[in-house]
């Protein structure tokens, strides 16, 4: 929920980047591994289909079980699961508010714990980092590489705060890495896009 409230913006709407829900499915997948979920070994990756109580994360790890063969890529890329799925627990858990309105269409929260956010989006990337939380380690290292913080978005996470992640630290390297990858095949087909100009009608 720390990394969706990074996704409102100044109004409460959610984002409609792609790359937002990849931050989330990110951080739904490193909950699960802090929580010993989600372990890996010489092998494999280990699943424990034990329910979480968080229903994202539940469905999300109900779907890794029925499918083990997909990769750690396809599921950070499965549309099935993402930021609304995640918004709507959080105000079911009384962490956001659905604010009332009439127009424009579509949903807008109320963030229940903007301090805790604001500390979440002007973290420092690595100062301090060792007074943090694996939480913290793990917001920031995805935060950063997919952009959700108050600064240009990193190219990698910083190695310090990778540690600090502790046992999940074989996760969030690789979802940062796919996060990464992501965010720079965004931008090369935008860049792709905006040479392109108008067409020729």
Request: aromatic letters at 4%.
């Amino acid at each position: 929920m720390r990394l969706a409230a990074l996704c409102l913006d100044a109004k409460g709407r959610l984002s409609d980047r792609l790359l937002a829900s990849a931050a989330v499915r990110a951080g739904l997948l490193v909950d699960l591994a802090l929580t010993g979920r989600v372990e890996s070994t010489e092998d494999s990756i280990v699943i424990d289909e034990t329910p979480t109580g968080f229903p994202p994360a539940d469905r999300l790890l109900a779907a890794i079980a029925v499918e083990p063969e997909r990769s750690l890529d396809g599921w950070l890329d499965e549309r099935r699961i993402g930021l609304r799925n995640v918004a709507e627990a959080a105000v079911h858990s009384g962490r956001w508010e659905l604010a009332r309105r009439v127009l424009p269409a579509g949903h807008r929260y109320v963030d229940r714990a903007p301090e805790q956010t604001e500390r979440d989006r002007f973290r420092g990337p690595v100062d301090g980092c060792d007074e943090w939380t694996t939480e913290d380690a793990a917001v920031t290292a995805i935060g950063l590489v997919a952009g959700l913080l108050g600064r240009p978005a990193e190219a990698v996470a910083p190695e310090p705060v990778l540690v600090r992640t502790g046992s999940a630290r074989w996760l969030c390297a690789a979802v940062t890495e796919h996060l990464a990858e992501a965010r720079a095949r965004d931008t090369w087909t935008a860049a792709v896009l905006n040479a392109g100009g108008p067409g020729p009608f």
